[in-house]
Nanobody, 127 residues
Framework: QVQLVESGGGLVQPGGSLRLSCAASGFTLDYYAIGWFRQAPGKEREGVTCISTSDGSTYYADSVKGRFTISRDNAKHTVYLQMNSLKPDDTAVYYC????????????????????WGKGTLVTVSS
């Protein structure tokens, strides 16, 4: 069964850090680009970052550039999202997703580009 399972969310104070993980099972992660998306209450789901499989190309939304880092460990079938200098505006449910397309460093992915989603993990940034 193809599955993506996110973990690592929680409550953190502004300025703090969290590392999210996305564990893949039932398929070979190497063949897919990976994206992290988030959805805040009352807002649409938005792309945060993605990483391609072929050349390691990455994309970051302007709102997270310099603070978030995506990485992948194909041997462990896991993708990570390191989030530093967190702000209250980063509060959202974070989802990982896979795509057969290419993660452009300029455009990233749209929600409709993705083939499979995890169920999400909640990140709350609050004092």
């Amino acid at each position: 069964q193809v599955q993506l399972v996110e973990s690592g969310g929680g409550l953190v104070q502004p300025g703090g850090s969290l590392r999210l993980s996305c564990a893949a099972s039932g398929f070979t992660l190497d063949y897919y680009a990976i994206g992290w998306f988030r959805q805040a209450p009352g807002k649409e789901r938005e792309g945060v970052t993605c990483i391609s499989t072929s050349d390691g190309s990455t994309y970051y939304a302007d709102s997270v550039k310099g603070r978030f880092t995506i990485s992948r460990d194909n041997a462990k079938h896991t993708v990570y999202l390191q989030m530093n200098s967190l702000k209250p505006d980063d509060t959202a449910v974070y989802y990982c997703a896979i795509a057969t397309g290419y993660c452009s460093s300029v455009y990233g992915f749209e929600v409709n580009d993705m083939d499979k989603w995890g169920k999400g993990t909640l990140v709350t940034v609050s004092s």
